[in-house]
């Protein structure tokens, strides 16, 4: 079982950037692929980013290419997510989520450890 931790949520007006983070006390998640996934209102959870296990590789969601990057610091078993230019279609539950293995992938299901999420909120 690993626990995962998102901190780093709030209330934001448009334009503005925001830094989440994912950690992973006392388990070492160095070998897995990690993937930020969102769910707004009445939405279904959709893929944001993810990166490799060596953080080399990265994808995003065309939503967010150009504005968000995905990052990991394998030492403090921390994934980030640093969001610039937020836009209110931001707004939504950002969850990260643990691969099944060392590659990325966009499909939830490839994904089997979740965190409980944290709240991005985008004014206009």
């Known amino acids: 079982q690993v626990q995962l931790v998102e901190s780093g949520g709030g209330l934001v007006q448009a334009g503005d950037p925001l830094r989440l983070s994912c950690a992973a006390p006392?388990?070492?998640?160095?070998?897995?692929?990690m993937g930020w996934f969102r769910q707004a209102p009445g939405k279904e959870r959709e893929f944001v980013a993810a990166v490799n296990w060596s953080g080399k590789n990265t994808a995003y969601a065309d939503s967010v290419k150009g504005r968000f990057t995905i990052s990991r610091d394998n030492a403090k078993n921390t994934v980030y997510l640093q969001m610039n230019s937020l836009k209110p279609e931001d707004t939504a539950v950002y969850y990260c989520?643990?691969?099944?293995?060392?590659?990325?992938?966009?499909?939830?299901?490839?994904?089997?450890?979740w965190g409980k999420g944290t709240q991005v909120t985008v004014s206009s």
């Open positions: 989520a643990t691969a099944r293995n060392s590659y990325y992938s966009p499909r939830s299901s490839e994904y089997n450890y």
């Open positions: 006392g388990r070492t998640v160095s070998t897995y692929a």
